[in-house]
């Protein structure tokens, strides 16, 4: 920062004063709020979109077997025309609602820093505290009512949409070998190997993401256990 014409870097400034200090974390802590706030919403909005979708598409796929007298040519054609895309649209919901998860992992790393702070400052009435101020992993999950050694992706809501998403691409295996004059034991056998493929891969994919994410911020107060 430059002060009379020349530079001072942070360490020549001494001692933060406390009361700007405190003002600072405040807003902070509030800002860091707003966007946990923000990412769940986003989430929400975006899993909703997708279901919405996947109703939209069977709904029109039982109108269309109507129409046109059953499962036959024109029903497949629609089918492996509509349902690539949902597929598709599964695909980058379940990536965006794992990046939404990491960047919400962040956001309570930075919270729990913060806090860490604040209870420093309670001094002996730190236990007024009841959430954690341990900047890690443990801690966020911690604050949510988690135990980290039982937290399992299964019971995530991205995990549900790579499931719905996953029986959307086995049936679109499926009815393509139907398509193809392939009998049904064998088209329906692939569909439910490229389902159980499609589930496994993007829950890893969403795995490794979440632990880069909680592996780019250096502790400053870990957990006791961690």
């Known amino acids: 920062m430059a002060v009379g014409g020349r530079c001072v870097t942070s360490a020549g400034m001494g001692a933060p004063d406390p009361a700007q200090l405190l003002t600072a974390l405040t807003t902070e802590h509030f800002t860091l709020q707003g966007a946990r706030s923000q990412t769940m919403s986003e989430s929400s909005a975006r899993a909703s979109v997708y279901m919405t979708s996947v109703s939209s598409a069977l709904v029109a796929l039982g109108f269309v077997s109507q129409v046109a007298d059953g499962i036959g040519r024109v029903f497949d054609v629609f089918a492996l025309t509509v349902l690539p895309t949902v597929y ?69 809501f991205s995990t549900a949409v790579a499931v719905v998403n996953g029986v959307v691409g086995g049936a679109v295996a499926a009815l ?51």
Do not use: K
Not at 99 to 127: F, K, M, P, T
Not at 134 to 155: T, W
Not at 190 to 205: F, K, L, N, Y
């Open 88 to 156: 598709f649209l599964g695909c980058a919901t379940y990536v965006r609602l794992v990046e939404c998860g990491a960047e919400d992992l962040r956001y309570g790393l930075a919270i729990n820093r913060i806090r860490g702070y604040y209870q420093e400052l309670a001094g002996d009435r730190a236990d007024l505290f009841l959430l954690s101020g341990h900047d890690d992993a443990a801690g966020v999950f911690l604050n949510m009512g988690i135990a980290p050694d039982r937290r399992s992706p299964a019971f995530a």
């Open 176 to 226: 393509a070998l139907g398509a193809a004059d392939v009998p049904l034991g064998p088209a329906a056998a692939v569909g439910v190997v490229v389902a159980a493929v499609s589930i496994v891969g993007w829950v890893r994919r969403g795995g490794r993401i979440l632990a880069v994410a909680a592996q780019q911020v250096t502790p400053l107060s870990p957990s006791p256990s961690a």
